[in-house]
């Protein structure tokens, strides 16, 4: 059974920075897609971050140049590191393994395994 378990949330100035890690087992991360989501108070789930099985990474407009996402594959680990965060960054953020192999996808729909989720909260 595949099990993704997000950490390193919680609560940060503007201007900070914070690295989110999702630690994957049951099956390992090097032949999927995998991507960050995040969504925030009323708000639908959006796309942040998405790389591709050879490390190919798409991301958001509206964190272009702040964000950037990473797998370690001995650790079957995937991260998201966040700089120059911003209260727009506010949200619960979920990690997510893909349906396949190939480039980053942004659908939710292209994804079949979520994380719990974790809190980043950015205040002024």
């Known amino acids: 059974q595949v099990q993704l378990v997000e950490s390193g949330g919680g609560s940060v100035q503007a201007g900070g920075s914070l690295r989110l890690s999702c630690a994957v087992s049951?099956?390992?991360?090097?032949?999927?897609?995998m991507g960050w989501f995040r969504q925030a108070p009323v708000k639908e789930r959006e796309a942040v971050a998405s790389i591709g099985r050879y490390g190919i990474s798409t991301y958001a407009d509206s964190v272009k140049g702040r964000f950037a996402i990473s797998k370690d594959f001995a650790k079957n680990t995937l991260y998201l590191q966040m700089n120059s965060l911003k209260p727009d960054d506010t949200a619960i953020y979920y990690c997510?393994?893909?349906?396949?192999?190939?480039?980053?996808?942004?659908?939710?729909?292209?994804?079949?395994?979520w994380g719990q989720g974790t809190q980043v909260t950015v205040s002024l």
């Open positions: 997510a393994r893909g349906r396949g192999s190939g480039p980053p996808r942004v659908a939710e729909d292209d994804y079949d395994h």
């Open positions: 049951g099956d390992t991360i090097d032949t999927y897609y």
